[in-house]
């Protein structure tokens, strides 16, 4: 795993580093954020292994992290997430408690 982290002094700083990541063209999995609040758009775009906070605690764990609820409602308001399709099988349907 590798990790790109840097501190946003920018908003654009979350897109450059995401970037950069990318440009890299990595052959293992790689993490790309920028700290504070104005990289936290980094940690929406970031794919894998985001580091993410709790609503419960009391402070986040680092400047800018979210919750991961907070990173899944940016990305579906934003179209980041993947259509999915779900299928249900079996009859009578209408009695399946899913």
């Given at each position: 795993l590798a990790?790109?982290?840097?501190?946003?002094?920018d908003?654009?700083?979350?897109?450059?580093?995401?970037?950069?990541a990318s440009a890299a063209k990595l052959a293992?999995?790689?993490?790309?954020?920028a700290m504070g609040n104005l990289g936290r758009m980094s940690?929406?775009?970031?794919?894998i292994m985001t580091p993410v906070t709790h609503p419960k605690l009391p402070v986040a764990?680092?400047?800018g992290q979210l919750s991961a609820q907070e990173i899944m409602t940016a990305r579906k308001a934003f179209g980041y997430l993947p259509s999915r399709q779900f299928y249900l099988f079996?009859?009578?349907?209408?009695?399946s408690p899913s």
């Open positions: 990790k790109f982290v840097g501190v946003a002094s908003p654009l700083h979350a897109l450059r580093v995401n970037t950069a293992i999995p790689h993490v790309a954020l940690r929406v775009l970031n794919l764990a680092a400047p079996g009859t009578p349907i209408e009695q």
